[in-house]
């Protein structure tokens, strides 16, 4: 069956086999996406660790010069290990309950 297209019988209806063979490529589909999901790597470049962090260009630069995420570094491209972005947002975790505690401490 060609992409995109539904084949009906006379009376304008979609057999069992059409919904089925829909279906199947849509799971195909889906199944790509989600192995072509660019924060599914091991690597990330630095526009995708932009993106990622919602942060400029001269940000991700000053965050390399003090040391707060390494990178490495091939030719002119630079790239940055994901696991390592999701650590540094687990070691920058601001507990509330905790916040609220030392507010209140400091304030009697």
Do not use: H
Request: a positive charge; proline letters at 1%.
């Amino acid at each position: 069956m060609a992409r995109n297209t539904i084949k009906t019988t006379p009376e304008g209806t979609v057999s069992f086999d059409d919904l089925y063979e829909l279906r199947s490529d849509l799971l195909r589909e889906i199944e790509g996406l989600k192995n072509n999901d660019r924060f599914n790597r091991k690597w990330l470049r630095s526009f995708e660790v932009m993106q990622l962090l919602n942060i400029s260009a001269g940000t991700l630069q000053n965050m390399r010069f003090k040391g707060v995420l390494s990178y490495s570094k091939v030719n002119t491209m630079i790239f940055y290990d994901y696991e390592e972005i999701l650590k540094l947002f687990e070691k920058n975790r601001i507990n509330i309950k905790e916040k609220m505690e030392e507010i209140t401490r400091r304030r009697r």
